[in-house]
């Protein structure tokens, strides 16, 4: 069993940036992958960004790649999401997940999620 926590999110303007952060709980941090995904109002819960337990492989929506960094630090249990050159389409509710069982992009998958960090672009 996993706990995650995010935090990090917040209101900013169009073109700004955040530095979403997820502390996970827990000796096995280190053994998982790592995801984060985000649900806008009316919309399904989709995929942005995850990362190898390993840190050496990273995947990323097309939506948010070249603006989007997904990065871990096993020592501190916490994976990040560097978000650069926001945009309004961004605003949602963003979501740390561990442990996918097979398919980084699907959201069933993952067998651990945390409770959500609101991020906000205004334009």
């Known amino acids: 069993q996993v706990q995650l926590v995010e935090s990090g999110g917040g209101l900013v303007q169009a073109g700004g940036s955040l530095r979403l952060s997820c502390a996970a709980s827990?000796?096995?941090?280190?053994?998982?992958?790592m995801g984060w995904f985000r649900q806008a109002p009316g919309k399904e819960r989709e995929f942005v960004a995850a990362?190898?337990?390993?840190?050496?492989?990273?995947s990323y929506a097309d939506s948010v790649k070249g603006r989007f960094t997904i990065s871990r630090d096993n020592d501190k249990n916490t994976v990040y999401l560097q978000m650069n050159s926001l945009k309004p389409e961004d605003t949602a509710v963003y979501y740390c997940?561990?442990?996918?069982?097979?398919?980084?992009?699907?959201?069933?998958?993952?067998?651990?999620w945390g409770q959500g960090t609101q991020v906000t672009v205004s334009s």
């Open positions: 990362i190898s337990w390993s840190g050496t492989t990273r």
């Open positions: 827990g000796r096995t941090f280190s053994t998982y992958h």
């Open positions: 997940a561990a442990n996918p069982s097979a398919g980084w992009r699907t959201v069933t998958k993952w067998n651990y």
